[in-house]
């Protein structure tokens, strides 16, 4: 246990170090600028695919999260533009509007399951993009552009965070709050699967019935999970919506949705940081292609799919195997 | 972790070699140009035939010595990057421009990935060109965009008013898909419409668009018997469709859009039933095309086998761009001088007979110079080519 | 509303076909197959280059494209889908698969027939027009007479061969069909193949009516997937129900709301999702999905 736990450690150490540390140096270095926009979506995209990967832990294949993470954009937009609140006030309360939503939507459909409870979050990506072309709090077909950017934040009088219009380069801000949004969210994710609620869920995920026969609140855990699962989708669109400054009806599309599920696939289900991986696989790995030009999807889904052929289940299952053939 | 820092290295020395293949191949120092668009995906042909024209206009200059600004000979390379369509991706495309050191990028070619890239383009020093209508772009305190062709809002009353003298046109109906492009080029259309008087008889049909038979979409259109159809912000792949299953429906009005479309899809989807169908082009018909403009469409030809009319509107923005430098060669590395350079620009447009000029417009509409005035070239589709119908100036 | 119902009957003899090869490639293998959309637009561009660029018979370029479909799927489940199902731990893995399947054609066909939207000449000419109550193009009615016709030629070879016994017999219980000495792993291929043909039999059908292009290979499997989910995953029976279901409700939606302009696909999809809530498991699927 403690070898273990002081593996654990040192791998964190590493991770942060590397995050807040070594990546900003290695920019500054090559001079290679623009890699902290990619940094920062593939940071905040991992967010969302955090919860989607969430939903899998229950059993669930969720194509749903660009509608929650379309519904946080919208209500962070809304409340810094027309309410003229902190966007650091907006963030938590868009993904906690987007978690309110899940849980009125939730109630209903989770009891769908397999590849249905997957056509109808598919469905309520669509429902939701037509929502906010059709109602009139979202500006519509035009969208809300021109959003400031996020001000101060101070308690007392001391000031937490500055205002990003001031900083001299908002886009190194952006990456330092995606990559905190981030660990925050993962070390969550990770006390999550391996607490009560976890354990509860990975028997939800073997056999349903089973768990409710045993006096597993099946109803009432699904929903939570799916609430806090949507509450990361919301915090990420609201995040990427401040970087934009602008959201639209199509900022998140059935294509995101997909694109979180994928990013969950490719990293591995079996593992907490599978979607981070996956994420930085797909959307980093995108950006890298951009040499090739008109081949560039080709390359891009070939690459694609010799990994799932090399490793079905996920990037992460390598050190599985590895671990496994360490122990025999 | 180690892995992203064996991405960094290895992208970084794919960015190198690529750098030092250009530089090789080259005599002139290089201009790099952007480009940032859609070029996969459902709304590829966009960007595509943008790329396109951008790539074919750069390698005839090339061949031909290159292009001069002050005292240097550059040669022109065009950098694009596949936005996919999402403002996201675009924001990186826009990001990977400014690392380039490139100051002039066309494109987006829609209204969100336009909105999204103006922090980056205002924060990096870029002037882009994008092909989105949103005036909010275009007027201060923006002042970063320019609208790389004419915007439905000018296009379509100049239409509407023509129709309503020439051809006695009193009620109209507007027909859109349920995207935020088609949909807010819709809602100006329709008000420009009832400005002139028009009376609008439908104007809340929308069709998702993946749609694969309009007749359901177009039934209820059609039975307001308009005397004219307004098909807002059709993509190419839809009009040819919608003309057809209007045609079949038995309509016998005139049906007209404001986007570009290209002769050879209409003459594949719909054939003769898009006889008399009113769209916006470029420079490309018999009647106006220069001999730079038929060289121009033949050498288009041969580098891609095959020819987009959509191009003509899209051969302005890179020729706007180098000419203005030409006036102003402080402008390669500073875009203020750019700007500046703008309320004054004049030269001669190449690719159109007669005396038109190039220069930048937008006075009217923006409040600023944030246009580039191209030809309003209306075309009418007449048995598998585009005519033209009239031409009118934008300011 | 005999226009709505007619083109209801239009839309759903289409949907349901495409539904078709989806759904038997998920009840064999129960892989939801990202790319099918992607094998619908292939099969069209195959019949626009044999009968719109060559000028060969129709018959022939539809003939083309459910062989080089038939071909592709046969490939595509014999190196891809076989190895990843046999050794993934959770099956829906195969989405990811599937996804990367999808990104793959939609590069080759932007590659091979570019970017441009196609269409072929019309297969007979003139409208159908009862009275001002029905108007129908005639090369809609014969592609809609086509529809059917495949469809229940598609259903008496499931239900009368030898193959078609032997995929029902897989679809319904995979260890069991093994156990009684069906070849899996050739029936399973054989299976894909037929549902992939499929799609490329609905593609050569409708290019002569809508054309094709690269873009429409994504939305064309979400819409199938919607209907494989309403008639209920996996069943035949439910593929055509579902079709038919979904065409009728975009007609008569379309024509009963289309006063309220932009609402008008949001109130279906929302009709959508209630009913899946309701029924979970579509019209006459298994519960289990």
């Known amino acids: 246990m403690t070898h273990s736990g002081m593996r654990r450690t040192l791998a964190l150490v590493v991770f942060l170090v590397s995050v807040f540390w070594l990546i900003p140096f290695l920019i500054s270095v090559s001079g290679r600028w623009n890699f902290y926009f990619t940094l920062t979506s593939v940071a905040l995209l991992s967010v969302a695919s955090a919860g989607v990967w969430l939903t899998f832990y229950i059993g669930r294949i969720n194509i749903g999260q660009g509608a929650f993470a379309l519904i946080g954009a919208y209500v962070s937009a809304i409340l810094v533009t027309k309410a003229d609140m902190s966007f650091w006030i907006s963030l938590p309360i868009a993904g906690l509007f987007a978690g309110l939503v899940a849980v009125l939507i939730g109630l209903p459909i989770l009891r769908l399951r397999g590849v249905y409870f997957a056509m109808i979050t598919l469905v309520l990506t669509e429902v939701v993009r037509l929502a906010a072309l059709a109602l009139p709090i979202t500006n519509g077909a035009k969208g809300i552009v021109s959003i400031p950017l996020p001000g101060e934040l101070s308690i007392l009088g001391i000031t937490l965070i500055p205002d990003f219009s001031t900083l001299e380069n908002p886009k190194l801000a952006f990456y330092y709050t995606a990559c905190i949004l981030m660990v925050v969210c993962y070390g969550a994710l990770y006390r999550i699967v391996n607490s009560r609620l976890g354990h509860l869920c990975r028997s939800m995920q073997q056999n349903e019935e089973l768990a409710s026969s045993v006096g597993v609140n099946v109803a009432y855990l699904r929903v939570v999970i799916f609430a806090i699962s949507s509450f990361f989708g919301g915090v990420g669109g609201a995040m990427f919506g401040a970087i934009a400054q602008s959201v639209y009806p199509s900022s998140f599309v059935v294509k995101d949705s997909i694109d979180f599920m994928l990013n969950c696939f490719l990293g591995g289900l079996g593992y907490v940081f599978g979607p981070m991986l996956g994420t930085l696989t797909l959307y980093f790995g995108w950006d890298l292609l951009f040499e090739l030009g008109r081949y560039q999807l080709l390359v891009y889904s070939s690459v694609l799919i010799l990994l799932i052929l090399v490793l079905p289940n996920g990037l992460l299952s390598i050190r599985l195997n590895r671990m496994r053939s360490l122990r025999r | ?111 969100n990935g336009a909105a999204a890239v103006r922090p980056v383009a205002e924060a990096n ?44 046109v009193k009620t109209v109906a507007f027909i859109a898909a349920n995207e935020s492009d088609p949909l807010s080029q ?53 009009a040819p469709q919608l003309i057809r299953s209007a045609r079949e429906l038995g309509y016998q009005g005139l049906i007209s859009t404001e986007t570009a479309q290209d002769a050879q899809v209409l003459r594949e989807g719909a054939g003769d039933l898009a006889n008399g169908f009113i769209s916006v082009g470029g420079a490309s018909t018999p009647e106006i095309a220069s001999d730079m403009m038929v060289e121009f469409v033949t050498r288009y030809t041969e580098m891609f086998g095959e020819y987009n009319d959509e191009s003509n509107t899209k051969v302005y923005a890179l020729e706007y761009i180098l000419a203005t430098l030409a006036a102003n060669p402080a402008a390669i590395e500073d875009v203020e001088e750019f700007k500046q350079t703008m309320d004054t620009f004049e030269a001669p447009n190449p690719y159109m007979k007669g005396d038109a000029m190039m220069r930048y417009v937008g006075m009217s509409s923006f409040g600023q110079r944030r246009q580039v005035a191209v030809p309003l070239v209306v075309n009418v589709f007449q048995d598998g080519e585009f005519e033209t119908l009239f031409v009118a100036e934008v300011d | 509303m005999e226009q709505v119902i007619a083109n209801g009957v239009y839309l759903g003899s289409q949907y349901a076909m495409i539904a078709l090869g989806l759904t038997l490639i998920f009840a064999l293998m129960n892989v939801l197959n990202f790319a099918h959309g992607q094998m619908y637009v292939i099969g069209g561009f195959v019949t626009y280059t044999f009968y719109g660029q060559l000028e060969l018979p129709f018959v022939l370029a539809l003939l083309m494209s459910c062989v080089t479909l038939a071909v592709l799927g046969a490939l595509i489940e014999k190196f891809l889908f076989g190895p990843v199902i046999r050794r993934s731990a959770r099956e829906e893995s195969t989405m990811l698969l599937a996804a990367g399947i ?52 598609f259903i008496t070879f499931m239900q009368f061969s030898k193959t078609g016994r032997a995929l029902r017999a897989l679809a319904q219980d995979r260890v069991a069909a093994q156990l009684m000495g069906v070849n899996v792993n050739r029936y399973s291929m054989i299976g894909f193949a037929l549902g992939a043909m499929l799609a490329g039999l609905v593609g050569g059908l409708l290019v002569t009516i809508t054309g094709i292009n690269l873009g429409m290979g994504g939305p064309t499997s979400i819409k199938a997937f919607m209907m494989v989910m309403i008639g209920g995953a996996g069943v035949i029976s439910g593929a055509i129900a579902g079709g038919f279901i979904l ?37 006459m699927g298994k519960p289990w999905g």
């Open chain 2, 1 to 111: 972790m180690k892995r992203r820092s064996i991405f960094t290295a290895l992208s970084a020395a794919l960015v190198l070699a690529a750098a030092q293949g250009t530089v090789g191949l080259a005599a002139n120092p290089v201009l790099k140009v952007g480009f940032v668009g859609v070029t996969s995906g459902p709304a590829a042909a966009w960007g595509i035939s943008n790329q396109r024209s951008m790539e074919t206009r750069a390698a005839w200059i090339n061949e031909t010595g290159g292009y001069t600004i002050g005292d240097v000979t550059y040669d022109i390379e065009i950098v694009s990057f596949d936005d996919q369509k999402d403002p996201k991706r675009a924001i990186a495309g826009m990001e990977k421009m400014a690392q380039e050191g490139i100051h002039y990028v066309v494109g987006p070619n829609v209204d």
């Open chain 2, 125 to 168: 020093g870029i002037m882009y060109f994008p092909y989105a209508f949103p005036k909010e772009l275009y007027m201060a305190p923006a002042s970063n965009a320019v609208l790389g062709m004419v915007a439905n809002y000018q296009s379509g009353p100049a239409i509407y008013k023509y129709l309503m003298e020439e051809k006695g």
């Open chain 2, 186 to 238: 819709r809602d100006s259309g329709l008000a420009a419409a009832e400005a002139l008087g028009l009376e609008a008889v439908s104007a809340n049909v929308t069709y998702q668009v993946d749609t694969t038979d309009f007749t359901p979409v177009l039934t209820p259109v059609i039975r307001t018997r308009p005397d004219l159809l307004v098909l807002s912000g059709v993509s190419p792949a839809n």
């Open chain 3, 102 to 153: 999808a990104f793959l054609l939609d590069a080759i066909i932007l590659l091979v027939f570019g970017e441009k939207q196609r269409g072929v000449p019309k297969i007979v000419d003139g409208v159908f027009n009862w009275d001002f109550r029905i108007i129908m193009p005639y090369d809609r009615i014969l592609i809609c007479g086509l529809a059917i016709f495949s469809i229940v030629a």
């Open chain 3, 247 to 283: 065409g009728m409700l975009e007609a008569v939606g379309l024509a009963v709301l289309s006063q309220y302009g932009d609402i008008t696909y949001l109130a279906i999809f929302i009709a959508l999702m209630v009913f899946l809530a309701i029924r979970p498991q579509g019209l």
